[in-house]
């Protein structure tokens, strides 16, 4: 089970700190990742750990804005998100995968993210 939260209401260029609760599989094995969808647009991925936290993957578009890391103590996979710009508003999922270039293998409910001013 997967449960993102930290969504919210923030102005450009401010930050916010998302955590997707892992419940029922091993953070050793699967990849978790964030995706996000906004109103009319695809679905982009944004970032993925790799299984046991060795790698991290991510997107042109929040490269150097966005960091996903590991709370060993809560079993959660964080996004902190730095520089937010008004394209960054959308619904953030956390999903579970096999490997970060692989399909996601299910995903729970998201937070909203607003950047407006």
């Known amino acids: 089970q997967l449960q993102a939260s930290g969504g919210g209401l923030v102005q450009p260029g401010g930050s916010l700190r998302l955590s997707c609760a892992v419940s029922g599989l091993s953070l050793d094995y699967h990849a978790i990742g964030w995706f996000r969808q906004a109103p009319g647009k695809e679905r982009e991925g944004v970032a993925c750990?790799?299984?046991?936290?060795?790698?991290?993957d991510y997107a042109d578009s929040v490269r150097g804005r966005f960091i996903v890391s590991r709370d060993y103590a809560k079993n959660t996979i964080d996004l902190q998100m730095n520089g937010l710009k008004s394209e960054d508003t959308a619904v953030y999922y956390c999903?579970?995968?096999?490997?970060?270039?692989?399909?996601?293998?299910?995903w729970g409910q998201g937070t909203l993210v607003t950047v407006s001013s």
């Open positions: 750990m790799s299984s046991g936290a060795a790698s991290t």
């Open positions: 999903a579970a995968y096999a490997s970060c270039n692989g399909p996601p293998l299910g």
